[in-house]
């Protein structure tokens, strides 16, 4: 027979992982650097590195291979963390086994066999199950700020699961879930950090995706961003009023002297000014319409004297 002439994306781990939490054996899928499979597009407001598909390879997306998922009890965590669990959450990672296949085919309505290589719905559901993965690490590990970067990659494709199928909503509202819960881990990390409970030492990269390490600065303007999007689910003017006061805050503490540096590069930099000016303006109609609401609410009284 000849030889396979396909060009390959990715490739199997020679030395095999053993799980640490139920002791199976199994490959990693790894995806092969250079020979012109990525190629870079545009940087969305999410700090998201978009690829053009390559005539060679097609569509390839570096964000489905990161985190390593136990085909058997679905344990997952990035690279990097998998071997390390506390031992101390073993016995509890395990228990809950069952608990992680039912999640998965509830949303996509089948399993997944993580043995198979990775496809978009691999991915994503690898970024959900690392979120839960997280829960069994020590702050040595700066877990939250990993469940963050987890959550936002997850909204992320769980949004192209629902653009490629249309007629499936249940992948629109999963985005949904997880923007919110990247916003929660962003800003429970800068808190617990703040608190001196979790460093950020376990971080190697704060991505938040996998071309370009924006850092603290990225991780602000996140919070930022976010807060900005979800504001819009808000129904109660005053409440959103002050979300967007507060994420507005949070991404002033990047300007400082409002020049560019190695911590503070150029392009993040004027991502934020816009933001920080759209959230402005969000915030003054917000006023007005809280201010005409007084007035209108005082002339009902008045009338009704």
Same mark, same amino acid.
């Given at each position: 027979?000849?030889?396979?002439?396909? $060009?390959?994306? %990715?490739?199997?781990?020679?030395?095999?992982?053993?799980? $640490?939490?139920?002791?199976?054996?199994?490959?990693?899928?790894?995806?092969?650097?250079?020979?012109?499979?990525?190629?870079?597009?545009?940087?969305?407001?999410?700090?998201?590195?978009? =690829?053009?598909?390559?005539?060679?390879?097609?569509?390839?997306?570096?964000?489905?291979?990161?985190? +390593?998922?136990? $085909? #058997?009890?679905?344990?997952? &965590?990035?690279?990097?963390?998998?071997?390390?669990?506390?031992?101390?959450?073993?016995?509890?990672?395990?228990?809950? +086994?069952?608990?992680?296949?039912?999640?998965?085919?509830?949303? /996509?309505?089948?399993?997944?066999?993580?043995?198979?290589?990775?496809?978009?719905?691999?991915?994503?559901?690898?970024?959900?199950?690392?979120?839960?993965?997280?829960?069994?690490?020590?702050?040595?590990?700066?877990?939250?700020?990993?469940?963050?970067? &987890? &959550?936002?990659?997850?909204?992320?494709? /769980?949004?192209?699961?629902?653009?490629?199928?249309?007629?499936? +909503?249940?992948?629109?509202?999963?985005?949904?879930?997880?923007?919110?819960?990247?916003?929660?881990? =962003?800003?429970?990390?800068?808190?617990?950090? #703040?608190?001196?409970?979790?460093?950020?030492?376990?971080?190697?990269?704060?991505?938040?995706? +996998?071309?370009?390490?924006?850092?603290?600065?990225?991780?602000? =303007?996140?919070?930022?961003?976010?807060?900005?999007?979800?504001?819009?689910?808000?129904?109660?003017? #005053?409440?959103?009023?002050?979300?967007?006061?507060?994420?507005?805050?949070?991404?002033?503490?990047?300007?400082?002297?409002?020049?560019?540096?190695?911590?503070?590069?150029?392009?993040?930099?004027?991502? %934020?000014?816009?933001? =920080?000016?759209?959230?402005?303006?969000?915030?003054?109609?917000?006023?007005?319409?809280?201010?005409?609401?007084?007035?209108?609410?005082?002339?009902?009284?008045?009338?009704?004297?």
């Amino acid at each position: 027979m000849g030889e396979d002439k396909t $060009p390959k994306i %990715t490739f199997r781990s020679k030395k095999p992982l053993v799980c $640490p939490v139920c002791g199976n054996e199994f490959y990693r899928e790894e995806m092969f650097t250079g020979g012109g499979r990525l190629i870079a597009g545009k940087l969305t407001l999410e700090l998201r590195r978009l =690829y053009e598909p390559s005539k060679k390879y097609g569509v390839v997306n570096p964000l489905l291979y990161p985190v +390593t998922v136990c $085909p #058997q009890c679905l344990f997952a &965590s990035f690279k990097e963390d998998f071997t390390k669990i506390n031992a101390k959450y073993i016995e509890t990672a395990k228990s809950n +086994t069952q608990r992680r296949h039912n999640n998965i085919s509830k949303i /996509f309505g089948k399993p997944l066999d993580f043995s198979l290589n990775r496809t978009l719905e691999h991915g994503a559901a690898s970024y959900l199950l690392a979120v839960e993965g997280y829960s069994y690490f020590d702050k040595w590990a700066s877990p939250t700020i990993k469940k963050a970067i &987890s &959550s936002l990659r997850a909204a992320w494709l /769980f949004g192209d699961l629902e653009i490629a199928n249309p007629m499936q +909503t249940q992948f629109g509202d999963v985005q949904n879930f997880f923007y919110k819960k990247a916003l929660f881990f =962003y800003n429970e990390a800068i808190e617990r950090g #703040q608190k001196g409970l979790e460093s950020y030492d376990g971080v190697r990269n704060f991505g938040p995706d +996998t071309d370009k390490n924006f850092g603290y600065e990225g991780l602000l =303007y996140l919070i930022g961003y976010l807060t900005n999007k979800l504001s819009f689910y808000e129904k109660d003017i #005053q409440k959103r009023k002050e979300s967007l006061e507060i994420g507005k805050r949070v991404i002033s503490k990047m300007f400082g002297s409002g020049k560019a540096s190695k911590d503070k590069p150029s392009d993040i930099l004027m991502m %934020t000014r816009d933001l =920080y000016d759209e959230m402005s303006e969000s915030i003054k109609e917000l006023e007005d319409k809280i201010a005409g609401k007084s007035v209108d609410t005082a002339s009902t009284n008045n009338a009704e004297s």
